[in-house]
Nanobody, 128 residues
Framework: QVQLVESGGGSVQGGGSLRLSCLLS????????VGWFRQAPGKQREGVAA????????VYADSVKGRFTISQTNAKNMVYLQMNSLKPEDTAMYSC?????????????????????WGQGTQVTVSS
């Protein structure tokens, strides 16, 4: 019902920047939240940032606050994750996800279980 495709990943030196893009298609009118998640080998999935598409309210994980910025286009079919001051510990596979329908108020917007649709992911590698 909702398709998501990530792009913009790559390899960068520590302190550098990358901008990830999440292209949404399908029935995006019912998308309430778009989130960015990451998972490194041997580690659990971590919610990075989320944006409530109706009013633009944003949420960030403490580990990226002040360095990452999530935003959306006016058409709400593209969500970006601007990543600045990158660190080696930011290295991970980054995926975007869409939450549709009824929102479960008991789940944080940084919890993966909240979301219904997922992209394939894009790799981000930060070297020392």
């Amino acid at each position: 019902q909702v398709q998501l495709v990530e792009s913009g990943g790559g390899s960068v030196q520590g302190g550098g920047s990358l901008r990830l893009s999440c292209l949404l298609s399908g029935d995006i009118r019912r998308t309430n939240i778009v989130g960015w998640f990451r998972q490194a080998p041997g580690k659990q999935r971590e919610g990075v940032a989320a944006i409530y598409t109706d009013d633009g309210f944003v949420v960030y994980a403490d580990s990226v606050k002040g360095r990452f910025t999530i935003s959306q286009t006016n058409a709400k079919n593209m969500v970006y994750l601007q990543m600045n001051s990158l660190k080696p510990e930011d290295t991970a596979m980054y995926s975007c996800a869409a939450q549709t329908g009824v929102i479960d108020g008991n789940l944080s917007s940084l919890r993966a279980a909240k979301y219904n649709y997922w992209g394939q992911g894009t790799q981000v590698t930060v070297s020392s």
